[in-house]
């Protein structure tokens, strides 16, 4: 039986490091992604892609650990297998147009793809749960649902309003008159991992005083002593409200509160929950000084990656121009 399933990447507008928090964040898909072309047949999965010189080789009766699989891209699709348990493997190709260690997603957008072409039968948020452990076991992070969801269930035009606690997503049609500019800060991510785990931590340590960080207010913080884990703390409960706030103001096409959001979003990353990078601030501080941009941060988990700008359309920011776009879908044709 042939197969082909798209994915997209993704870019987060606002609402960085509070998805596992079961906060509101507010990616979009994008108009780049993964597609794979292929036929479910055989007990091994056998993929290549035309941005890696090695193909993914995964055999469905052996149990393989995917974080030790080489080539390294292959854990990806290593992590679905291992999550799905097909019964029947796949043999074709992957293409991608997403840049690697960019911030874009990827991975996750391999992952869902990967995880449609194999025959995932279910819901949106249950294709993403799958596709978030599938990332977790290949990546040794334990990330959030942000990204497999923001794939699973763009829509044209809109950014999403996530729930993550509900998984409940809410379109937001991006105005008419509005941009999504991004921009490579030259860095490739890096250090992600263990940066990323230890955040994740210092935000359960907050919870273990205070609670859950999505229902608490910033008076509630006082009660955390430890400084450091406080500043985590803080982000979160204001990003949460940021999100908020950022939906309110795209809906009602206030695109220069849009921007002032962005930009605050980005202060509170760099100084109290301290993922920005110099190269991240160039980046970020290039767009935010051209005329015309109503405001930039970095985007995703930072540590290096891209940077995101709203701008007019007639602004000169430089960049990528991305599209708010559908989410994965696939297409199986019948011998
Ligand atoms: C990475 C993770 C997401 C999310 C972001 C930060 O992209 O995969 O789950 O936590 O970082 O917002």
């Given at each position: 039986m042939k197969v082909t399933a798209y994915a997209p990447g993704r870019v987060n507008l606002i609402g960085d490091h509070v998805d596992y928090a079961g906060g509101l964040v507010l990616p979009m898909a994008i108009d780049r992604g993964t597609t794979v072309v292929a036929e479910r047949v055989g007990s091994r999965v056998v993929v290549s892609s035309d941005q890696e010189t090695e193909r993914a080789e995964i055999d469905l009766v052996e149990p393989v650990d995917a974080a030790a699989?080489?080539?390294?891209?292959?854990r990806y699709v290593a992590g679905v297998v291992a999550v799905l348990q097909p019964r029947v493997g796949l043999v074709g190709a992957i293409r991608s147009d997403l840049p690697i260690g960019a911030g874009l997603s990827s991975s996750a957008s391999i992952e869902v793809a990967v995880a449609l072409a194999l025959g995932?039968?279910?819901t949106t948020s249950e294709l993403a749960r799958a596709c978030q452990s599938a990332e977790q076991l290949a990546s040794g992070v334990p990330c959030g649902i942000m990204d497999q969801l923001a794939s699973a269930a763009g829509v044209e035009g809109a950014a999403l309003l996530i729930d993550c606690r509900s998984l409940e997503v809410t379109p937001v049609t991006l105005p008419d008159d509005v941009e999504v500019v991004v921009r490579h800060s030259g860095q490739v991510r890096a250090l992600a991992g263990s940066a990323y785990a230890e955040r994740r931590a210092q935000c359960a340590a907050a919870e273990a005083v205070i609670g859950p960080l999505r229902d608490a207010?910033?008076?509630?913080?006082?009660?955390?002593?430890d400084p450091v884990v406080r500043r985590r703390a803080r982000h979160v409960v204001t990003e949460i409200e940021r999100v908020r706030l950022f939906a309110g103001a795209l809906r009602a096409g206030d695109l220069e509160l849009a921007g002032a959001l962005m930009t605050l979003s980005h202060r509170s990353l760099r100084d109290?929950?301290?993922?920005?990078?110099p190269a991240l601030e160039d980046a970020v501080g290039i767009l935010v000084a051209t005329s015309g941009v109503y405001g930039a941060r970095l985007t995703g988990a930072g540590f290096g990656g891209c940077v995101v700008a709203l701008a007019d359309p007639s602004s000169l920011a430089q960049g990528w121009r991305l599209q708010p776009s559908a989410g994965a879908s696939v297409t199986v044709y019948d011998p």
């Open positions: 699989v080489r080539p390294a891209w292959a995932f039968d279910g207010v910033p008076a509630d913080l006082h009660a955390i002593h109290d929950f301290e993922v920005s990078t």
